[in-house]
């Protein structure tokens, strides 16, 4: 829905990667930003971004990008989120607010949280919709459409600047939900970080296998090998920041995980086909809620093959 005023005047985007070029072409899409600033640290990112035309300016110094911003949002991998807080928070106006799309959400509390200058409101958030894609040439404004949003605030936040944070998001397409860093770290952990984890485990095994070539892995790779490749070819630098900065929540699930792993092991081991038969009953179930909450389909490879159904 286009809005007849937009929400704010200025908004900057440092770091214009999948997630800040889909920020930006969604708030395009919705008539939510006057003007939309764009930073990226490479030249050649930042070439990209002007040809792509997703912002109205590109800057090659942060400062400029948030000067006088409203809302400013620090769309980079988890790891460089504290020194892209530090650079631009001179620049920072009061009354300004300040936001992520990181990952992790207590490291990012920690690291940026001490840099933002008085009178400005620092609103942590995380939009649950992503592809294995990176860079301005993989954003599209429907990313984020009925996929969930969730905002951490910290104590004492302004209910005003959380108030229109929400209506941001939802303005983009997303499902907003509030929630306290710990416990965001802890749910991803489970419903992103392991499964990224186990496809990057798993993939790795596969390549390592000397009894089985290369061309096998490839030649046959549709018998369940594939859907993990997809999303063992995410970024490898995002990833190896939300590992380093989540490190109490994955160890903890990883830990539960292994149990399990070892449960079904000896099941396998002892001919236990009930126990088999029927935890894959169980996790049949569990799919079909995700579908009938809206958040996959079940079109044939998940209508991956169709730019703005991936997530
Ligand atoms: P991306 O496509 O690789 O883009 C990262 C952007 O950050 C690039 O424009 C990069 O610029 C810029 N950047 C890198 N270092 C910077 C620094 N020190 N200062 C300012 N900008 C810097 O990554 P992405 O997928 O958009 O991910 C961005 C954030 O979103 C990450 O924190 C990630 O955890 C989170 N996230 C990702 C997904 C997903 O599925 N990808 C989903 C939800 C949330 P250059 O190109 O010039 O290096």
């Not at 509030?178 to 496809?199: E, Q």
């Not at 990057?200 to 369940?224: M, R, W």
């Not at 809620?289 to 730019?307: C, L, P, Y």
């Amino acid at each position: 829905m286009t809005r007849t005023a937009p929400l704010f005047t200025k908004v900057a985007l440092i770091g214009v990667g999948l997630i800040g070029s889909s920020l930006a072409h969604a708030m395009r899409r919705g008539g939510l930003a006057a003007h939309i600033a764009g930073y990226a640290p490479s030249p050649e990112t930042r070439a990209r971004a002007a040809e792509l035309g997703f912002c109205h300016s590109m800057h090659d110094n942060p400062a400029d990008a948030a000067r006088g911003a409203d809302l400013v949002i620090l769309c980079t991998p988890v790891g460089a989120l504290e020194s892209a807080a530090q650079a631009i928070s001179s620049s920072l106006k009061p009354g300004a607010i300040l936001s992520d799309v990181g990952s992790v959400k207590t490291a990012v509390i920690r690291d940026v949280g001490p840099v933002v200058p008085e009178g400005v409101h620092f609103i942590p958030g995380h939009p649950i919709a992503g592809t294995e894609h990176s860079g301005p040439d993989a954003g599209f404004a429907e990313l984020f459409d009925g996929r969930w949003c969730i905002l951490t605030p910290v104590a004492g936040t302004d209910e005003t600047a959380l108030a229109t944070l929400v209506d941001f998001w939802r303005g983009c397409g997303s499902r907003v939900e509030v929630m306290d860093s710990k416990h965001h770290d802890l749910v991803l952990a489970i419903t992103s970080h392991l499964p990224h984890l186990i496809a990057y485990n798993i993939v790795g095994t596969a390549a390592d296998l000397e009894e089985v070539t290369q061309s096998e892995v490839i030649k046959f790779s549709a018998g369940g090998f594939r859907d993990f490749t997809r999303i063992a070819a995410s970024d490898p630098v995002m990833w190896r920041d939300v590992f380093l900065n989540n490190r109490e929540a994955v160890l903890e699930v990883l830990g539960r995980f292994s149990e399990d792993l070892s449960a079904l092991q000896r099941a396998i081991r002892w001919g236990d086909g009930e126990m088999l038969f029927d935890l894959f009953t169980r996790t049949r179930a569990i799919r079909r809620s995700i579908v009938e909450a809206g958040q996959d389909t079940e079109a044939a490879n998940f209508g991956r093959n169709a730019k703005p159904n991936r997530a």
